[in-house]
């Protein structure tokens, strides 16, 4: 079964460097996601992107955050200068394309990468 | 978006049925009901979706009454390994670039299966 893949699967890095994960979605899906996960909280919503621009964001993804889609395999998210609350699960996420159809394509997703910001 | 309600956590043990019911009073016509699994370290897991009635699959069943204002997510026998946390999210059909990235994950059901 296709699978999504995200390196690394753990990223240690200092206050204010800046990183970035990278994901490769399934490859017949149009549309990606980044969530995040703090550690014993929800599992938060960031952004989803369609058509090589954002499709919607939530009100974490600031000025710092940015993704992209380099390729026709990777999506990326960086963060251009961390912050100890950034210390999370960061997990990329893919889904098909059913506009139109009566069914609700559900998200896939990787099994995250762990950042932590010292 | 419709907001859920469910029950914080849930024990159990081998062999029995599991149903967790998740509440969401102010689902819209559009909205589907789709369930989730997540076990420590990994990436939420599409379980079952459902728009009315009853839905199954070879890992669950999935029960929506008439108003669609709840729904029941049934786990016949249970094992160890199915110890792990169960989300409801109601969310629109997607369109482009539409309300489907923006899915809102709660708290979920923190279901233990003991032996």
């Known amino acids: 079964e296709p699978e999504v893949t995200q390196t690394p699967s753990h990223q240690v890095t200092q206050m204010g460097q800046e990183v970035i994960l990278r994901c490769v979605p399934i490859s017949n899906h149009l549309y990606f996601y980044w969530y995040r996960q703090i550690l014993g909280q929800k599992v938060e919503f960031l952004v989803s992107f369609y058509n090589n621009e954002i499709s919607e964001k939530s009100e974490i993804f600031d000025d710092q955050f940015s993704v992209e889609r380099p390729d026709g395999s990777n999506f990326t998210l960086k963060i251009r200068s961390t912050k100890l609350e950034d210390s999370a699960m960061y997990f990329c996420a893919s889904s098909e394309s059913l506009a139109g159809s009566s069914y609700n394509s559900p998200l896939h997703f990787g099994n995250g990468t762990r950042l932590t910001v010292t | 978006l419709a907001k859920t309600t469910q029950p914080i956590s849930m024990d159990s043990y081998e062999g029995q049925e599991v149903n967790i019911t998740c509440s969401h009073n102010?689902?819209?016509?559009?909205?589907?009901i789709t369930w989730y699994q997540q076990f420590p370290s990994q990436g939420p897991r599409f379980i079952i979706q459902g728009y009315k009635t009853k839905v199954t699959n070879e890992v669950a069943s999935l029960f929506i009454p008439a108003d669609r204002k709840s729904s029941t997510l049934s786990l016949p026998r249970v094992s160890l390994s199915d110890t792990a946390v169960y989300y409801c999210?109601?969310?629109?059909?997607?369109?482009?670039?539409?309300?489907?990235?923006?899915?809102?994950f709660g708290k979920g059901t923190k279901l233990s299966v003991k032996p």
């Open positions: 999210l109601v969310g629109d059909i997607g369109n482009y670039g539409g309300s489907q990235g923006n899915l809102i």
């Open positions: 102010n689902i819209a016509t559009n909205d589907y």
